[in-house]
């Protein structure tokens, strides 16, 4: 075995583990990103929808994705690479929610108000002003389609939605993990792709290194697991399982592509919808497209998988969500070819990350992004950078939780609530809208 020291090891280069990278330098560690794929963002960040938006049931979550919008915002400041790099871009279309009786808005709208984030209380004839092609009858609760209930005409119509107009989505995601890993070598960072991480060995309770799939080692006292699906797999070669009372598990996603007809202008015209009473989210795409995704709804099977997973469109799936946006706007038409992707979520047991260390010293935890995080990459890469640097310099982060404070907002996000022996959080709402 060969030796290489670092100050800290990254495994996993997505958007989650070079952001983390890109924090880590940015406060002098030396670093070096492992990543078993052959570049930047391509695991599950590369099939994201990369919605941005505030819309969280807690008030951590709320406060972290609205400090995370200003790094979209300021994405390029943020970076700091060379005048002309190619940037993901950010791409600020609003969301609406549309509310339902008992809904996901009643739990937002105290946080909002706290916080202070703008947002418009939509009425029907709002809708009718901004987008009146959208059918807003009561579909819900969701349906399949094999359901003969799916097709019956609803008659009463829906209370109106929450309109948030900094909301938003990221052009392409896989870019934006690439602009940090850019960003990264910039201040030295060394990344390794193609390359597995397959031991992490410790000395007594102290990380002391990883082993690689080629034989050779590399010594560090810091490691920090953004494996993305693969997270629990990595947990365990860590042994640091013990006291993680949250676990983590790959789940099959699928988002489906849909053409709009070029009069619906839906790209400009259009903004992101989280519609629960449907069971989908939906958001504009560049070219006249509309994404279509899932909220998980109690009639649709949740399919966990390997980590490594790689699957086809499923006919029923797709018609499921598709015909469920065509509900809603039927402007779309039905699509001749099926488009879409399949991606895996590391889906945690409240849907809430875990940002923390572990019982093993030295290692770290950013995992369980549950199909929400890509929002958070840029803030979760701060949270993560100010937590190891306190660790490590004796802070026990267990009994007395770090807090960070937004550089953009200045809100405070305690750490203490992403924590890996939690209690499930009965305000979360097990489900996501991108
Ligand atoms: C279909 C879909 C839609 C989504 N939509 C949204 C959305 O609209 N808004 C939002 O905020 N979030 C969304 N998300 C969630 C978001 O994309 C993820 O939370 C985020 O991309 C996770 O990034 P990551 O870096 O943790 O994981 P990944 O991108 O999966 O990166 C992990 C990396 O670790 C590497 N790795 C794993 N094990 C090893 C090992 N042993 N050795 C070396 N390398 C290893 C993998 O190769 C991989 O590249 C969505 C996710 C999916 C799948």
Known sequence: ??????????????????????????????????????????????????????????????????????????????????????LAKFRQCGMVTLKTVGGHHLKVVPHFDSIGIPYEDWDLEAFEFHLPELDLHKFGPPKRPDDNEFWKEPSELLEGGLFTPEAGYVSDPQLAADNLYRAASTLGCEFRFKTEVTAITRSDSKVTGVGLGDGSFISTPVVVNAAGPHSRFVNEMAGALDDMS??????????????????????????????????????????????????????????????????????????????????????????????????????????????????????????????????????????????????ENGRDHDSDPVSVTGLHTGLTIDMGNFRRSRTINPESSMSVHG
């Open 1 to 86: 075995m060969s030796g290489k020291t670092y100050d800290a090891v990254v495994i996993g280069s997505g958007v989650i583990g070079s952001s983390i990278t890109y924090e880590l330098a940015r406060r002098g560690m030396r670093t070096l990103t492992i990543d078993r794929n052959g570049g930047a963002g391509l695991g599950s960040t590369s099939f994201s929808s990369a919605i941005v938006r505030f819309t969280y049931s807690t008030y951590p979550g709320v406060a972290m994705s609205y400090e995370g919008l200003r790094y979209w915002e300021n994405w390029a400041d943020h970076l700091q690479l060379p005048h002309g790099a190619d």
């Open 246 to 391: 949250i676990r983590t598990t790959p789940l099959r996603q699928e988002v489906h592509h849909v053409p709009t007809p070029v009069e619906l202008d839906f790209e400009n015209r259009g903004f992101s919808i989280a519609d629960d009473d449907n069971g989908i989210y939906v958001r504009p795409d560049l070219g006249d497209n509309v994404l279509v995704g899932s909220t998980e709804p109690d009639c649709d099977p949740l399919h966990w998988v390997d980590p490594d997973y790689e699957g086809q469109i499923d006919i029923q799936q797709w018609e499921a969500q598709v015909l469920r946006l065509n509900r809603r706007l039927p402007a779309v038409g039905i699509p001749h070819q099926r488009r879409g992707i399949v991606g895996v979520y590391d889906v945690s047991d409240d849907w809430i990350p875990i940002y923390d260390r572990t019982c093993v010293d030295g290692f770290y935890v950013a995992i369980g992004t549950s199909g929400n995080q890509f929002k958070n990459a840029a803030i979760a890469g701060h949270c993560m950078s100010e937590l190891i640097d306190a660790v």
